[in-house]
């Protein structure tokens, strides 16, 4: 029997690696009904697709054709490996302030409102809409303490169709009694209640997960750490997200708080917090034997090069070039209420910006990063980052289709993306990387759902 469907034929452009990035000029991919990329044909004859369909078993009746228009490309959608979804209504707010500071005087205040599940429900709703309008299609988002606002996250996501990891985050200590969870038992309970709650709304994981969610050890008291240890033995399928090394304030109060360790890695691996699933946010501050920790238990550097800068992160370009060559896995984040801006776009070219300030303190050892790189790390990068690279990142046949349309021309012109019709096809991708801003991202398609347009 002949398959239904999508099929999308044009321009486009996706990471093969992090080092290769594929560019097609006239390619044809089809999405069966599962939302799965049945097929990808990188050069075919636009006069073609209705044979070329048939030979792939579609009928062209029965598929809808997507024909890129002049100026449209499509690319896999964006990952945002570390993202506070609470922070949402706080963006802006505390720049260049230490990170304890920022945390004290704007964040717990914020974050404390998410007791109430109809202000969570708003803010989250607007939030997710938000990500999602600007392509991207999975995030992994810290929640609040609190559990009900978690579980109203989680099935927002599931609704309006993003792709999620989702945490109730952990907090016992070292923060005001209006805004920490009310016992060790408690955080745990609520923690369990909420893996719960996601596994039966979502149960096989297609498009939402619990993240186990230790803000960081200073937040956290030994035993919450240790029964989250547990928690992750037990369910080896869960990531867990902490923050990791991301300000000289930060470690100095880690290490007055944990004496008995010299550094955070042996501090997280201790609790059974370290390992293929970890997702470690801002990891500035890296020793040798750090370095070689990460490496060795396969974890994940969530890049958030935005807040490095700006909130509390140390205001330090983290030494991205060199997780690179070392093969630590790495993606970027927006941190979300931790700095300027919440665009994916922004990280992509303060990414940019950061490892070129760092070539230079290194002295020409790390390379900065190029367009094509921080546009991996975008996607690949954090597909892997997530645990998810089997599942999507490129365009790879057997993958979900979580994709954007990017659009330059015409209705789809913002102020700051001016192609021309004799640009050619990675002229235009740069314009975007580097101008594009959300008027670009035309359609946004996650498991083959439309999300955005479409
Ligand atoms: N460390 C602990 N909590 C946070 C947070 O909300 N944002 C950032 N940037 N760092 C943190
Ligand atoms: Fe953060």
């Not at 062209?60 to 506070?84: A, K, R, S």
């Not at 992994?140 to 109730?168: F, N, P």
């Not at 000289?248 to 691996?269: G, I, R, S, W």
């Not at 300030?357 to 975008?378: C, H, N, P, Q």
Request: glycine share 10%; hydrophobic share 40%; with cysteine.
């Amino acid at each position: 029997m002949a398959q239904t469907g999508r099929a999308f034929v044009g321009p486009m452009i996706h990471s093969l690696s992090a080092s290769e990035l594929e560019i097609l000029p006239s390619a044809l991919l089809t999405v069966n009904n599962s939302g799965e990329i049945a097929a990808f044909v990188r050069n075919v004859d636009p006069q073609q697709i209705k044979e070329t369909l048939d030979g792939l078993n579609f009928s062209p009746d029965l598929v809808t054709i997507h024909h890129l228009t002049p100026g449209q490309i499509l690319i896999p959608g964006f990952v945002d490996t570390h993202n506070h979804a609470p922070q949402w209504a706080q963006r802006g707010l505390g720049q260049g302030m230490h990170i304890l500071d920022w945390l004290d005087a704007i964040t717990f205040p914020n974050e404390a409102r998410f007791r109430d599940p109809d202000y969570a429900r708003r803010i989250y709703a607007s939030c997710v809409d938000g990500f999602l309008r600007q392509g991207i299609t999975t995030a992994s988002y810290y929640g609040s303490i609190h559990g009900e606002a978690t579980k109203i996250l989680a099935d927002l996501c599931l609704e309006k169709g993003q792709r999620a990891l989702v945490g109730k985050c952990n907090m016992t200590r070292n923060a005001p009694d209006y805004y920490l969870d009310a016992s060790v038992e408690e955080s745990l309970r609520v923690t369990e209640d909420c893996i719960a709650h996601i596994r039966s709304i979502d149960p096989a994981g297609k498009l939402v997960q619990h993240v186990l969610t230790p803000r960081f050890a200073i937040s956290c008291d030994a035993e919450v750490l240790q029964g989250l240890g547990a928690i992750a033995r037990n369910n080896p399928d869960l990531p867990i997200q902490t923050h990791f090394n991301e300000a000289e304030q930060e470690m100095k109060a880690t290490m007055e708080l944990f004496p008995q360790f010299t550094n955070e890695a042996d501090l997280y691996e201790h609790y059974g917090l370290l390992g293929k699933r970890s997702i470690l946010a801002h990891c500035c501050y890296m020793t040798e034997y750090e370095m070689e920790r990460l490496k060795t238990l396969d974890c994940g550097v969530a890049h958030c090069p935005i807040s490095n800068m700006t909130v509390g992160g140390g205001f330090m370009a983290a030494p991205i070039r060199d997780f690179m060559r070392r093969g630590i896995k790495v993606g970027l984040g927006t941190d979300s209420g931790g700095g300027f801006s919440s665009s994916i776009l922004d990280a992509m070219r303060q990414a940019m910006i950061a490892s070129h300030a760092r070539e230079v303190t290194s002295k020409g050892e790390d390379k900065g990063l190029s367009i094509d790189e921080v546009f991996y790390l975008a996607t690949l990068g954090g597909a892997q980052v997530c645990g998810l690279n089997e599942k999507i990142g490129n365009f790879e046949v057997g993958k979900a289709f979580d994709a954007i349309v990017v659009g330059t021309r015409g209705a789809d012109q913002g102020v700051m993306t001016v192609v021309e019709e004799d640009d050619n096809l990675k002229t235009v991708f740069e314009k975007f990387i580097m101008t594009g801003d959300d008027r670009n991202i035309v359609q946004v398609y996650v498991q083959g759902r439309a999300v955005k347009g479409g």
